[in-house]
């Protein structure tokens, strides 16, 4: 390991531990040793996630037309499952080390023998990577349902329970975000590959002579997208799936990957699927999925182009390009630059001393903006301190209320990649708040 890399491992170390002290995430059932590559969202994670899953939202679904949303449950029909292919298919080469007993993805490692030990390792053997639960009482084959590997088959099961009622036409995409599972056999690297996560999904459903212009127009969608998430441009890149990597679904494929200290990884993959998952699902239900086109007087499967991007993967990617170090008056500063539009508060609010009136004036700012923004109140410790607490927690603002405040109701706005002052109005604090975030 070279010394930038190992300067960039230490960095995922420090992350890990800043997000567990200021509660971005922490392993799950810590109290009892936690569990393998589970992690709950704490206070500011469980903000920073929501306001993920509403950009994406926003962006997917509420700033077009064309776009339907939808909220299907987690555990479906077991014949979904194996119509869809994931029970003869989702599945990962595994090996075992007959020595040391560990275990490895056989296409992740190099070796022949255990990268642990040496020792001799067991012809690979197909792992399915779907978790099984038994619904009702009795726990026989028959009662065997999933946990969704993917969303997406619950999109598809739905076309047209959403197409007709919503009247869109084709070209057109069902979008959801929800909890997906699959049973990893190397999860790892903090929440990047985790057994429970959630992804946002959309399905973008076209007439089959038309896909490979609706692909390329995804691609752009989604690369800006992570632009505007503000993620550096330099540390993105496509990665276009070989024949040995196309999932079982898919006629072209491409990642949006991020260049992590662990090395260049999927964020979201953009997928032609075609027509695949829509006509066996047509097949197995017996149930016509076919779109008619009025105008065309045509009736067909449409094809679909996919983009499927994680939401754990995400916050991670945000938090690592986020993270910075660096010296101010001969100490170091620790700052998540994040985009104000998912920062956990998009506000700090500080009386500078608990007296003469400053800490009245303060709440009542406070009230105002939490009506619209998620603000954060904090009278405690010297007011450098309380910064460098909003600075680790990437909050973008913090507004002083100080003496000056009580004659003519002006308050400090101090920004955080900056560390720049400047005086405001308080009555004009929330239009400028929202202008800064939302543009
Ligand atoms: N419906 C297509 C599909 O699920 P995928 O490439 O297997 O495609 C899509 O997954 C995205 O879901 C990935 O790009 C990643 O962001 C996220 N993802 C997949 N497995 C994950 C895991 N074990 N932990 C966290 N995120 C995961």
Redo the contacts with the bound molecule.
């Keep these: 390991m070279g010394k930038k890399d190992k300067f960039k491992d230490e960095l995922m170390d420090k992350l890990v531990s800043l997000c567990k002290r200021r509660g971005f995430v922490f392993p799950s059932s810590e109290i009892y040793g936690g569990i393998n590559a589970c992690w709950d969202y704490g206070p500011l994670g469980a903000e920073m996630k929501r306001n993920v899953k509403d950009f994406w939202w926003k962006e997917m679904v509420h700033k077009r037309d064309d776009i339907e949303g939808l909220d299907a449950a987690i555990l479906m029909h077991p014949q979904v499952w194996i119509t869809s292919g994931h029970v003869a298919e989702f599945s990962d080469p595994l090996v075992d080390c007959k020595k040391c007993k560990s275990r490895f993805r056989a296409d992740e490692i190099e070796v022949t023998v255990c990268p642990n030990c040496g020792g001799e390792l067991t012809d690979p053997r197909k792992f399915n990577l779907m978790f099984k639960t038994f619904m009702g009482p009795v726990e026989d084959e028959a009662s065997i349902v999933y946990l969704r590997p993917?969303t997406?088959q619950g999109i598809y099961v739905n076309f047209l329970n959403v197409q007709g009622p919503s009247r869109q036409k084709v070209p057109f995409g069902i979008a959801q975000i929800g909890k997906a599972f699959?049973n990893?056999i190397t999860?790892g690297n903090f929440i990047?590959?985790?057994r429970e996560?959630e992804?946002m999904?959309m399905q973008f459903f076209v007439h089959p002579s038309e896909d490979e212009k609706w692909f390329e127009y995804w691609r752009e969608k989604r690369w800006q997208y992570y632009l505007d998430l503000g993620i550096r441009k330099e540390k993105l890149q496509w990665h276009e799936h070989g024949p040995d990597e196309l999932a079982h679904y898919a006629k072209k494929a491409y990642d949006v990957q991020y260049e992590f200290s662990f090395g260049w990884k999927?964020?979201?993959?953009v997928?032609n699927r075609t027509d695949f998952d829509l006509s066996r699902h047509s097949e197995a239900s017996g149930k016509d999925l076919r779109y008619w086109d009025e105008v065309k007087k045509e009736k067909y499967i449409p094809y679909i182009i996919?983009t499927?991007?994680?939401c754990?993967?995400t916050i991670l990617t945000c938090l690592v390009d986020a993270y910075h170090e660096e010296e101010v008056k001969g100490e170091t500063r620790v700052v998540l630059r994040l985009s104000p539009k998912i920062a956990p508060y998009k506000a700090a609010i500080f009386p500078l001393v608990n007296r003469d009136g400053m800490p009245e004036m303060a709440h009542k700012l406070c009230d105002d903006l939490q009506r619209r923004f998620k603000v954060f109140y904090d009278d405690s410790g010297a007011v450098g301190r309380r910064y460098r607490r909003m600075d680790e927690a990437g909050t973008p603002y913090c507004i002083t209320i100080d003496g000056q405040t009580l004659q003519d109701e002006t308050v400090t706005v101090r920004d955080r990649d900056t560390m720049e002052q400047t005086r405001h109005k308080m009555a004009e604090i929330q239009d400028l708040l929202e202008k800064k975030i939302n543009g």
């Excluded at 999927?266 to 993959?269: F, I, R, S, T």
Aim: hydrophobic share 25%; net charge negative.
């Design positions: 993917e997406a699959r990893e999860p990047f590959r985790t996560f992804q999904e999927e964020l979201e993959g997928h996919e499927s991007a994680g754990d993967r």
